[in-house]
């Protein structure tokens, strides 16, 4: 049986990555579980200098989902490149940066950095909706995606997958930006934008008002959106949204996902991405599926 | 090293009508955990309520961990119901910023309403080594909690309410104030609401006595990836955040804003 998937030129062991912002870099889950068995781990949100993220409260729960507003903390690139990287290294896995920046400038100075490090790949985040400037402000059009990801993609040779938000009318639109700008694939979604009132309080529930709706509560919307992508686009897709065992993962690769990222699922079990990998592997077994890369995007519409 | 099981349910017991005491079987997690960290526990296995809910631990006796919680919202609805003999899905012990009483002689616990609940295992940790003062304020008699178990553990327990319907009349704080006038106090720790942990910590900067709070933010993922739980640091004028669930819970009253 193959579970080996290539990703944007990212040959992974198995289709499941852990997503950027549920999983740090890794330090905290090698003390549930093997981190050598994952397909990939993309890390925390990582930009050129360190960010001190949102006011609290920033997160809070919703029915069968989570809201959050962290604002990107992150300890900056020069310091993932001194403390988590040779860490991360020592694992089989492979290691994606998440990167994000407030402007086009800060994108590009990060990609540069990003591409000597030794590094599987880059998740540009175009998505995050919990910042005032950056990220999502270039991700709800095709000619703002197009724009970063073409000035990215000049100076960083590896490989390069671009995250896409969900709040947008077509999805497909850009997705299309990051694939005529030279990505090598698209992730999709980052959180929907969302909000949580305190009925006694009157007043939101999160200090910044709104913030990014994650878990299980989006995966329907996530499931159909990689389908539409999927089919439009050439270059592959890494589908999140939800996902909390393999029978998820199974119905984001039918959907047209090269590969899947759990994301919300780590903070209810930490052993959540090995036990989806081991359901990936009992319906293949099940199914008699020899090669999993035979079911990308096999769903058949009705 | 915290771990992640099913712990076996032994005894559950009512202290009021919405506060339950709940005593489970673990013992890698009674044989690690120190007095300030909390357990995340999943209260089904379903995917609604989502996320755990972070439950400080009350007591350590053997093989057995103690954790007290109200009853505030659907998740801790569901935990109540839970019957002896059950599995319950516990993460912990968690919090690296745990409470540090060693070689401090003579200290002081303050607590008020459902923030006692963690200063028990302090307060029984101590006690045998130090002399131990402790400060437990309630809005009203009906609220009183734990008033012999922490007895026991105190050499003296001071009880206030802010109506005076039961022991003494007022703030904690302010009985705690009027015994550091006349008795040396080398540590104060406490738990509790923000206007009683806010007094505290201004207390023990005013007087230079160490003093360590234990604080609660809304949690995501308990283990420190998801960095929901903010609390602002001390920095001047830099901005820095760090986070209750892995930084904390319990934290030195110099270092963070609250």
Known sequence: MNTEVNLAGIKMKNPVTVASGTFGYGREFDEFIDLNKLGGIITKGTSLKPRPGNKPPR???TTAGMLNSI???????????????????????????????????????????????DIDGVELNLSCPNVKAGCM???????????????????LDKPLIVKLTPNVTDIVEPARGAEDAGADGVSLINTLLGMSIDIEKRRPVLANNMGGLSGPAVKPVAVRMVYQVAKALKIPVLGLGGIVNGNDVIEFMLAGATAVSIGTGNFIEPEVSIKAIEGVEEYLKRHNIEDINSIIGQVQMN | ????????????????????????????????????????????????????????????????????????????EILKEREIGEYIDILGPLGRGTFDYKNKKNIAIIGGGIGVFPLYELAKEAKENSKVNIYLGFRNKELVLLEDEFRKVSDKLVI????????????????????????????????????????????AKEKNIPCQISLEE?????????????????????????????????????????
């Open chain 2, 160 to 203: 206030t309410t802010d109506d005076g319907s039961y022991k003494e009349k007022g703030f904690a704080i302010d009985f705690l104030k009027q015994d550091a006038e006349n008795e040396k106090i080398d540590g104060i720790y406490a738990c509790g609401p923000l206007p009683m942990l806010k007094a505290v910590q201004s207390f």
């Open chain 1, 59 to 61: 997160v809070c729960e």
């Open chain 1, 71 to 117: 604002g990107l903390q992150n300890p900056g690139v020069e310091y993932f490149m001194e403390k988590d990287l040779p860490w991360l290294r020592q694992f089989d896995t492979k290691v994606i940066v998440n990167a994000c920046g407030s402007s086009i400038e800060e994108y590009v100075e990060l990609a540069k950095v990003l591409n000597t490090l």
């Open chain 2, 1 to 76: 090293m915290p771990i992640h099981a099913k712990c076996k349910l032994v005894k559950k017991e009512k202290l009021r009508e919405d506060i339950f005491k709940f005593s489970v079987e673990s013992t890698e997690i009674a044989k690690t955990a120190k007095a300030g960290q909390f357990l995340e526990i999943r209260v089904t296995d379903e995917i609604e309520p989502l996320l755990r809910r972070p439950i400080s631990i009350y007591n350590i006796e053997g093989n057995l961990v103690e954790f007290i919680f109200q009853v505030k919202g659907k998740g801790t």
């Open chain 2, 218 to 258: 809304r949690m995501g993922c308990g283990i420190g990836v998801c960095l929901g739980c903010a609390v602002k640091v001390n920095a001047g004028e830099e901005l820095v955040y760090t986070h209750v669930c892995k930084a904390g819970p319990v934290f030195d009253a110099n270092v963070v804003e609250i």
């Open chain 1, 137 to 155: 402000a270039f991700g709800t059009s095709y000619e703002g995606v197009k724009e970063v990801t073409s000035k990215v993609r000049k100076v």
